[in-house]
Each structure stands twice: as structure tokens, then as C-alpha cells.
């Protein structure tokens, strides 16, 4: 079993940055695939950005590529996303959610744990 606690969202303004957390509970984070979702209101919950057990693979929705980046340190059991560059567009809630299998996937139905979410609004 593995818990997984968001943090990092809040409110900023258009062009300016913020930097998500997911810390994971469990002995056997490092071998899991990480992947960060965002749902906005009245949207469906779409892939943001994945990262391999590994670190050495990492995959990004074309939406925000560029300005997105994902990372992890399995020492600490957590993984981040750094949001660069946020428009108005990006505002939703986002989750951290955890794979139990190395490869890469942007099916949120492929994911085995969630998050409860942490909401990011960016104003205009």
C-alpha cells in the first residue's frame, strides 16, 4: 500500500512559478513510476507529466512541455513537479499518483494510488 500527500499548490500570478510535492509513504517507492494529473472544473482529469523508477525517463503532455519539468528523489520518497511559465489555462487541481510497473503511461487508469489533490490557480 502507498499514501500519497500533495503539497505545493496555491495562488500566483500568470508567467510566475510553483513547485508541487508528493511525498509517498512505503518501502518500495523508488520502484514505482510517478506521474503527476490535473483536473479542472467541469474537465476531465488529464496526464500532466511521468517519471520512470529510475529517473533515467520522463514524458510530459505536449500542454507543458517546456515549462513542466518532473523529478523525484527516491531518497526522500518524494516527487516534484516545478511549474515555470503558468497561465491561466494550467489553473486545476492536481494530483500525484504511483504506478506499480517501470514503464511509462499516461492512461490515469494504469496508476494504482492517488493523492487527494492540491489546487494551483493561476490568475490573469
Known amino acids: 500500500q502507498v499514501q500519497l500527500v500533495e503539497s505545493g499548490g496555491g495562488l500566483v500570478q500568470a508567467g510566475g512559478s510553483l513547485r508541487l510535492s508528493c511525498a509517498a509513504s512505503?518501502?518500495?517507492?523508488?520502484?514505482?513510476?510517478m506521474g503527476w494529473f490535473r483536473q479542472a472544473p467541469g474537465k476531465e482529469r488529464e496526464f500532466v507529466a511521468a517519471?520512470?523508477?529510475?529517473?533515467?525517463?520522463?514524458y510530459y503532455a505536449d500542454s507543458v512541455k517546456g515549462r513542466f519539468t518532473i523529478s523525484r528523489d527516491n531518497a526522500k520518497n518524494t516527487v516534484y513537479l516545478l511549474m515555470n511559465s503558468l497561465k491561466p489555462e494550467d489553473t486545476a487541481v492536481y494530483y500525484c499518483?504511483?504506478?506499480?510497473?517501470?514503464?511509462?503511461?499516461?492512461?490515469?487508469?494504469?496508476?494504482?494510488?492517488w493523492g487527494q489533490g492540491t489546487q494551483v490557480t493561476v490568475s490573469s
Open positions: 517519471i520512470s523508477w529510475s529517473v533515467s525517463s520522463t
Open positions: 499518483a504511483a504506478r506499480r510497473d517501470i514503464s511509462i503511461t499516461v492512461w490515469l487508469t494504469r496508476y494504482d494510488y
Open positions: 512505503g518501502r518500495t517507492f523508488s520502484s514505482y513510476t
